[in-house]
Structures are given as structure tokens and as C-alpha cells.
């Protein structure tokens, strides 16, 4: 089960937003818009995205991670690895 499986809507919505996004982007180099204009919807597609992955990432810790803590062992440590893992792929984007 994932974290978000209780908003998955939201979730969801909050993608479909992000899309819109890129779609615009899309529209703005098929009608030439000036470049500086396209960078600065890059800049807000990107802060867009970022935004999720941090709140997925929280969900993440408060339910996989703080579950698998909870029952320790072997899954522990692999999830805590794995939410490293993760931290660190965003960390370098």
C-alpha cells in the first residue's frame, strides 16, 4: 500500500496540474514565445515538481518508513536505505 492511497485523488490532481504546465510550455515554443518567458514556466514546471517529490517523500516517511521502523528487522533498514536512496537522487536534480 502506498502512502498517498488515502488522496490518491489529490494526487492525482495535483499531476494533472503539472501537465497542464508542460502542455503550456509546449504552446509557448510552438507560438515562438521569447525565450526568457519559456524559462521562467521551465523554472515554475520545475518547482512544481520538486514540490510533489517532497510531499511524496514526507508521505513516504510518516507511512512506509515510520511502519516498517515500528515492526523492525531487515525491512527497516532496507526502507530508511531506500528513503536515502531517494533523498539523494532529489537532492542531486
Avoid at 507560438?31 to 520538486?50: E, H, K, P
Avoid at 513516504?60 to 511502519?67: L, R
Avoid at 527497516?76 to 536512496?85: F, G, M, Q, T, Y
Amino acid at each position: 500500500m502506498s502512502g498517498y492511497s488515502h488522496h490518491k485523488d489529490d494526487v492525482l490532481k495535483r499531476l494533472r496540474r503539472i501537465e497542464g504546465q508542460v502542455r503550456g510550455l509546449q504552446r509557448m515554443v510552438d507560438n515562438d514565445t521569447y525565450c526568457i518567458d519559456v524559462l521562467t514556466q521551465v523554472s515554475a514546471v520545475t518547482r512544481a515538481l520538486q514540490s510533489f517529490a517532497l510531499a511524496l517523500l514526507d508521505e513516504h516517511m510518516a507511512c512506509c518508513v515510520a511502519e516498517a521502523i515500528a515492526a523492525g528487522g531487515e525491512d527497516a533498514d532496507a526502507k530508511v536505505r531506500e528513503a536515502s536512496a531517494a533523498i539523494a537522487r532529489l537532492v542531486k536534480s
